[in-house]
């Protein structure tokens, strides 16, 4: 069983810059992939970014790719998302999920095996 708690997020202007984090519970932290989500009012989730257990492996939706950056502190039981650039577009509920592989990301929500319970930015035009 994996529990996780996501902080960081707030309101920040367009052009801004937020640095979310996601705490792990467990020992088996470093087993999983881990993926960031977000969800924006009235739409679905939708991937964000996904590394793998080690940390050597990233992946990036494309509407962040070149903006966003995910990187995990395995002694910390931590994995974050750098936001940098903020548009208005990425207001949204972020949501930290563990994967048992880092290829899961591609099955988007039904490839996650544990969800936080999120986190709101709203970035102002």
């Known amino acids: 069983q994996v529990q996780l708690v996501e902080s960081g997020g707030g309101l920040v202007q367009a052009g801004g810059s937020l640095r979310l984090s996601c705490a792990a519970s467990g020992r088996t932290f470093g087993n999983y992939a881990m993926d960031w989500f977000r969800q924006a009012p009235g739409k679905e989730r939708e991937f964000v970014a996904a590394?793998?257990?080690?940390?050597?492996?990233?992946y990036y939706a494309d509407s962040v790719k070149g903006r966003f950056t995910i990187s995990r502190d395995n002694t910390k039981n931590t994995v974050y998302l750098q936001m940098n650039s903020l548009k208005p577009e990425d207001t949204a509920v972020y949501i930290c999920?563990?994967?048992?592989?880092?290829?899961?990301?591609?099955?988007?929500?039904?490839?996650?095996?544990?969800w936080g319970k999120g986190t709101l930015v709203t970035v102002s035009s």
């Open positions: 590394i793998s257990s080690s940390g050597l492996r990233r």
């Open positions: 999920a563990a994967a048992q592989s880092i290829n899961n990301y591609v099955r988007g929500v039904d490839g996650m095996d544990y």
